[in-house]
């Protein structure tokens, strides 16, 4: 089985069925030992692979041991007792090994081992359970395994491709080698190998003319293998190691024995190239002289060239005048941008070359053992290193220079913006600051806007704390510029200076307006206070001569001496009243002259309103004369009809005096007349006489009736509408008077009619007196009349007396 590699120690071991290990130790990169396949321990007793190493590794033995004139003929036999191993290593060496012992005794056997095996050791290749003991015994698999080892030590470990070395160097020079040709791909040392086309292309891709490729076949795998090993043997001194049929019948040929017969190749075609290379060295040597000299007039000319670009350049590059505007740096800017975009990079380019060039041809000289080449002076490399770093240096400080100039350019034109936004800014805002702080419009204000006045200038003292910063930052920014030196500073500090002290005078004007204003609150706030005072009194005193005027103004209506007293009496009271309403008026007004004295004191000569009043002292005035004027005068009407109520009580006594008698009268009269129509005893012919004598007398009577309706008439034209000295009325007087006219002649006309039915129908006095008393029974209201139904009662009466059934012309019948 086949070893594998261990990770910590880097080393290859190789494990055989005996036990015994052979282990080589290399760097990573040289790991030639790692196979791409693990060997099963059964085709490692393989037969056939067994036979195929011994016959190669034998051969290859040989290739080696000829040049000292001997050879082996069985491997496990002729290096036994060491001296034939010692032999080949070192040919293959080319260094001295120890004196051999020259004894046949097993021990100098063991011995010239030993020392062959210390050799293989100190190559770098740890044998691990490989003993002299098992060589000297003739163990084949142990000495199989050694000498591949050596042959991976010193044939295949040196062969190195494209960094790869080892069996990977050789598998990848195969495939190099072989790529170009047809039904070849070369992919391991086994299976790849079989049908010869590989071994027949690398012979035909070195030596062309021994072998023509294009007539091969890839069916005749027996042919291509016995050319190529005829070829390699007769022309190039490769001795034939493998066998075609053994490689033909083994499904996988011994790697070994491939590897090993490969490198032989390699080896040979190798030493042969480095034949050819000598060979064209030589021929090359007059090329290189001539190359050499070029080098050297090309350098001295460049170096020339670049020095004295240096020289103009570093005099532009170290000019650090600034300018005053933003444009002209960055044109500078962009002249130096130019100098790095278009003007440096060839410079950089000439001075890479430079250097190259010179490298060039140090080493070139110094391989083709000349001297080295030393420039004129001032041209050496180290001159155009210093002059170039001073160059660079000059240049960064250039460019250092100019960015830190245009950022503070920058900055300037920045600032300077930003001065103008908010100096501008400032500066339109402040527009009539001035004026209207220094306005006196208070003095003309009603508290009300007084007070507005004072929130608005709280407003602005508001904002005008709030544009200090704005004032600060127009400050610190001008600061700023003076700091950066800007060009325009003069004419920044001048405007700065403006703005500064027109703050400073916003802010005085402004202390002196909150200092008037607040002065001018605490006096309209005094004088609304007496304005307040003065309303409180003024309007219920100005209500009370309102309403003295209207009461003194009245138009009043009496009817009676009580009533004209009644009204006197009040009017006296008022009139006691007047000296208690003078004093108040005397102080409202002392309020109101208050006022005129604060007002006047602060040199206010306008007339200030009073707002919660339109009365004015002037007007209370004016009121206050009309009152006491009116006073008079309601004294002198109320004088008038006291004496026309006088007047009016006498013909109220008067007119009493007369209608009590005359109204008895009439009553008297009424009852005379009635007893005189109830009267049934005496008769009618009496009755009529009694009744025509009291009409006589109540026609005499007329005067007194005429008099009291002259009387009254009078009273009437005085408007006396009432008389609590009677309960009779003129009407009264009418009605009774009417009513006794009537009643006498009615009465007159019932007797009269009597006595004629009496006579026409015949009628005693006795019934006469009957029907009289039945109708007088149901004559309740003695009014003489009875109504219809009262007369069929009266009709059916004790008497039975027929009366004519024919019904009344009226409801109502008179006797």
């Given amino acids: 089985m086949m070893s594998q590699m261990m990770p910590s120690q880097m080393h290859m071991s190789v494990e055989y069925s005996n036990g015994y290990m052979i282990q080589t130790q290399e760097p990573s990169n040289n790991d030639y030992t790692i196979q791409e396949d693990e060997w099963d321990r059964d085709l490692l007793l393989d037969p056939a692979w067994e036979k195929q190493q011994r016959k190669t590794f034998t051969a290859w033995c040989n290739s080696h041991l000829r040049k000292t004139g001997t050879g082996i003929e069985n491997i496990e ?20 090994l120890p004196k051999p012992d020259r004894g046949k005794m097993r021990f100098h056997k063991i011995a010239n081992v030993n020392k062959a095996l210390e050799y293989i050791t100190s190559k770098g290749v740890k044998l691990v359970s490989i003993g002299a003991e098992e060589i000297v015994d003739g163990n084949i698999k142990m000495t199989l395994g050694m000498i591949w080892t050596i042959i991976l030590r010193f044939a295949i470990q040196d062969i190195s491709v494209e960094e790869t070395s080892a069996k ?66 007769k022309h190039l001194d490769i001795p034939k190691m493998l066998d075609a049929e053994d490689i033909i019948n083994t499904p996988k ?4 024995a491939i590897m090993t017969y490969v490198s032989c190749f390699y080896h040979a075609f190798a030493g042969a190239e480095q034949a050819e290379t000598a060979a064209n060295r030589i021929c090359k040597v007059l090329g290189v002289n001539q190359e050499n000299e070029r080098l050297m007039e090309e350098y001295e000319k460049l170096a020339s060239e670049l020095l004295e670009w240096i ?27 130019d100098y790095r975009r278009l003007h440096k990079p060839p410079r950089v380019q000439e001075k890479c070359q430079l250097e190259i060039n010179f490298n060039t041809l140090q080493t070139k000289l110094r391989i083709s053992n000349r001297p080295a080449f030393m420039p004129s002076e001032g041209r050496m490399v180290s001159d155009i290193t210093s002059a170039w770093t001073g160059l660079e240096q000059a240049e960064k400080g250039y460019e250092e220079w100019l960015l830190s100039e245009i950022r503070r350019l920058e900055r300037l034109d920045h600032l300077a913006q930003k001065f103008q936004m908010k100096a501008t800014s400032h500066e339109a805002w402040s527009v009539g600051k001035d004026r209207v702080l220094s306005s006196k419009d208070y003095e003309s204000c009603s508290l009300p806007e007084l007070r507005a006045l004072l929130r608005k200038h709280e407003a602005f003292e508001s904002d005008l704390a709030a544009h200090q910063d704005r004032v600060e930052q127009v400050a610190a920014i001008a600061q700023e510029l003076n700091e950066l030196e800007y060009h325009a500073a003069s004419v920044i500090n001048e405007r700065c200076q403006a703005i500064c002290d027109q703050w400073d005078q916003l802010g005085t004007l402004t202390q002196k307006r909150r200092d008037n204003l607040e002065r001018m609150d605490k006096l309209l706030e005094t004088i609304d206070q007496l304005f307040l005072e003065f309303s409180r009194r003024s309007a219920p005193f100005n209500n009370w001569m309102e309403g003295a005027m209207e009461d003194l103004q009245d138009m009043f209506i009496v009817h009676s001496v009580e009533e004209i007293q009644s009204l006197i009496s009040a009017h006296n009271e008022f009139k006691a009243t007047l000296p208690e309403a003078d004093c108040e008026r005397q102080a409202i007004l002392s309020a109101f002259t208050e006022v005129q004295k604060i007002a006047q004191s602060y040199g206010i000569s306008r007339n200030i309103p009073n707002p919660y009043s339109d009365i004015t002292p002037a007007e209370i005035g004016l009121q206050w004369e009309k009152v006491k004027k009116m006073v008079p005068q309601r004294d002198s009407v109320l004088q008038e009809e006291m004496s026309r109520q006088l007047a009016n009580e006498q013909l109220r006594r008067q007119f009493a005096a007369q209608v009590n008698i005359i109204a008895p009268w009439i009553q008297t009269r009424m009852e005379e007349i009635g007893r005189n129509s109830a009267d049934i005893g005496g008769p009618l012919e009496d009755q009529m006489s009694q009744l025509k004598q009291l009409e006589q007398v109540i026609t005499n009577y007329k005067s007194n009736i005429d008099k009291l309706e002259e009387h009254h008439q009078h009273i009437q034209e005085c408007l006396i509408f009432d008389n609590k000295h009677t309960n009779y009325t003129m009407e009264h007087i009418r009605v009774g008077w009417e009513m006794i006219l009537t009643t006498i002649a009615r009465t007159m006309n019932e007797i009269e009619t009597q006595i004629l039915t009496r006579d026409a129908k015949g009628i005693s006095q006795q019934q006469m007196n009957e029907f009289r008393q039945s109708f007088t029974h149901f004559d309740r209201d003695r009014s003489g009349r009875l109504p219809y139904e009262e007369v069929n009662a009266c009709l059916i009466c004790p008497a039975r007396v027929r009366l004519n059934k024919q019904p009344p012309s009226s409801p109502h019948h008179h006797f």
């Fill in 77 to 96: 036999e002729d290096f036994r007792n060491g001296l034939k191993l010692m032999l080949l290593l070192e040919v293959i060496s080319g260094e001295r």
């Fill in 168 to 233: 990977e160097g050789l598998l990848l020079w195969c495939q190099r080698k072989t790529a170009p040709y047809r039904n070849v791909n070369v992919q391991n040392f086994h299976v790849s190998w079989k049908d010869g086309l590989a071994l027949c292309a690398l012979i035909h891709r070195h030596r062309p003319d021994l072998i023509d490729y294009a007539k091969l076949n890839k069916d005749d795998p027996m042919g291509n293998l016995n050319l190529a090993f005829e070829v390699a043997e």
């Fill in 253 to 256: 040929p011994d790697e070994r």
């Fill in 311 to 337: 020289r103009q350049m570093t005099p532009w590059l170290e000019d650090k005048s600034p300018e005053t505007s933003l444009a002209a740096m960055r044109g500078k800017l962009e002249d130096f941008r």
